[in-house]
């Protein structure tokens, strides 16, 4: 039989912002294959409404956006990389539009675009560069048309990275000395073979991990892929306690899969948050009202629903009027007419929703990981620019710098490992199983009450007992699924299911170690932030370690 492998110089994993901008340049410095687990749009980036944020109005400055993306992450983040990555974020911006995304603006008349600059909740000026309210999909759509004109790039849809090649892979290997990456082993979802796909250059780009949570604004595809697998490979993993939900999905009980997001434009436009009464309860909250930073008004949310016994609140944004609202949210107020909501009549009715991952792989700042030849960007890295708490539209932008650092670092990593590195003879992916669909009934069933005990214990609000009862409930569920996963066919679901049942005990374990209250974290036996700022970073077989955030 033939075997089934497949050489390039970079694997890169994932096809959203961060892969396609990665693999878009480093096509230029030699072959490149994108390996992505559906369809090719299939990515959070495909969703986002809202924008991406950077320092285009003469009125702004790179300190104020600098500081206010250091304040919503409450002081946990890096600022070596945020500097890096707001004073980058024009450029990257222009590169994005010269590529063909079209944002929203006007043409100059002597040439070049003036972008129309929206608001979002923690900007202290407008700077979110937007494609009305469909800038994910907008970007995506530009991007995949620039790889489909590239020869050395092929893309591979349906295709699932399971692990990655280090030399925990080999027989026989030698413990001890640093861990290197030397591509994936991946399945062709439609004919069920797993491949070995080497490279000299790793870029894991999978993205966030919402599905561990039953109410989520992401994406099926959002799995945690990467970080689980990077993390039984042994990397540093970091932050994985700081989720953000984010307050306005739309509520809709009767529609299934992911909460479709109300974007927080919308609040940037005017648009005020009331309860079940109909009373306004930002303005006691916070000085920014409905601007205020996403985790302060998730939990004004969480604290007003179970005040009142409600299953959801309202956005009132009606006052706008219909002919702005159509423009200026098109996709926002077409799925609400949907549902039977006329916006510009009515308050629309919102509950919070798991939104993003501010924790990930740890990188350096070339997106560097503690595996060599394995680099990440976007939502699966952690790069030290969220710290505790992500500034609203800054993931995109932290997505296409970080790629482009990659990209900087490719040249020489290609270069070095010519020179000193050879591509072991991995063995052929030898996993053997049977289908069992009583099994694969229970574990769905497992599957399920990984997201609702996700959702009850380690949510929005946390205490220690929740998280205690979520650790011992996980750790079961955690060896069910691995069980499982041993013994059946290899499937892009069973896949996901062991992936989530990792992150879940990441996220677990991160919230259970950290002591204290910090921006996305809200532990209710320890409701306020310790007096030393420290990450947490977790290892495969080690302690858990608390790291300041500078010391990378
Ligand atoms: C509803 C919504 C609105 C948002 N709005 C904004 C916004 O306005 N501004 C902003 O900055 N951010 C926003 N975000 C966040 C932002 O969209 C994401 O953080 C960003 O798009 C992540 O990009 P990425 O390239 O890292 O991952 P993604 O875009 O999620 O791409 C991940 C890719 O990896 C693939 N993949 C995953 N696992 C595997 C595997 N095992 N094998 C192969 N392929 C795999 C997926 O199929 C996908 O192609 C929003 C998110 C959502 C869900």
């Known amino acids: 039989m033939r075997r089934a492998r497949h050489k390039s110089d970079f694997l890169v994993i994932g096809s959203g912002i961060a892969g396609l901008t990665f693999a878009i340049k480093a096509s230029g410095l030699g072959s490149v294959i994108i390996a992505t687990k559906k369809k090719n749009s299939d990515s959070n980036t495909n969703y986002a409404q809202g924008g991406i944020a950077s320092v285009l109005s003469p009125e702004d400055s790179f300190e104020k956006h600098i500081e206010d993306t250091i304040a919503a992450g409450a002081g946990l983040g890096r600022r070596e990389a945020v500097e890096m990555v707001v004073r980058s974020g024009p450029e990257r911006i222009r590169e994005l539009a010269a590529w063909g995304a079209n944002f929203s603006g006007r043409a100059l008349p002597g040439g070049g675009r003036a972008f129309d600059l929206g608001r979002e909740g923690g900007h202290s000026t407008n700077r979110i560069v937007h494609a009305q309210d469909l800038t994910g999909q907008e970007v995506e759509r530009a991007l995949l048309s620039k790889v489909s004109g590239i020869k050395n790039i092929r893309v591979l849809e349906d295709h699932t990275s399971v692990d990655l090649l280090t030399e925990h892979q080999l027989p026989g290997r030698r413990r001890g000395g640093r861990t290197h990456c030397y591509g994936a082993y991946i399945l062709d979802n439609a004919s069920g073979t797993v491949g070995t796909f080497t490279a000299k250059m790793t870029l894991l780009a999978t993205g966030g991990a919402g599905q561990v949570y039953l109410h989520t604004t992401n994406p099926e595809i959002a799995t945690g892929d990467g970080i689980a697998m990077a993390y039984r490979a042994g990397a540093l993993i970091a932050d994985m306690e700081f989720i953000q939900f984010h307050p306005t999905a739309l509520y809709s009980p009767a529609s299934p899969g992911p909460s479709f997001l109300i974007s927080e434009a919308v609040r ?50 009606s006052f706008k009027g219909e002919t702005f609202l159509r423009d200026r949210f098109p996709r926002i107020f077409q799925r609400c007419m949907e549902e039977g909501i006329d916006i510009s009549r009515e308050p629309i009715p919102v509950v919070p929703a798991a939104h993003y991952l501010c924790g990930g792989v740890k990188s350096g700042l070339d997106g560097d990981t503690s595996i060599k030849n394995l680099y990440v960007s976007g939502e699966s890295a952690c790069t030290g620019v969220h710290g505790a708490n992500r500034l609203a539209s800054n993931s995109l932008l932290e997505g296409i710098v970080f790629s482009q650092r990659a990209y900087l670092a490719a040249g020489e990593q290609i270069k070095n490992f010519n020179k000193r590195d050879r591509i072991p003879d991995f063995p052929e992916w030898s996993k053997k199983g049977t289908f069992d669909l009583e099994e694969w009934v229970l574990i769905q069933h497992d599957i399920e009450e990984v997201k609702r005990l996700m959702w009850d214990y380690v949510g929005i609000v946390r205490s220690d007992k929740r998280l205690r009862k979520a650790h011992r409930r996980m750790l079961i569920l955690a060896e069910d699924i691995h069980d499982y996963y041993k013994k059946s066919t290899i499937s892009p679901r069973i896949v996901e299911l062991r992936n989530l049942a990792t992150v879940a005990k990441l996220i677990i374990k991160s919230a259970i170690t950290r002591t204290d209250s910090i921006g996305l974290h809200y532990n209710s036996d320890h409701p306020l932030p310790g007096a030393r700022k420290v990450n947490v970073v977790l290892r495969s077989g080690r302690a858990p370690v608390l790291a300041k955030p500078d010391g990378n």
């Open 268 to 317: 940037g436009e005017g648009g005020v948050l009331l309860n079940t009464k109909g009373e306004r309860f930002m303005e006691k909250v916070h000085s920014l009202k409905e601007l205020a930073p996403r985790d302060i008004v998730a939990r004004a949310m969480d604290y007003e629903l179970k005040r009142h016994g409600a299953t959801h609140a309202y956005l009132d944004i």
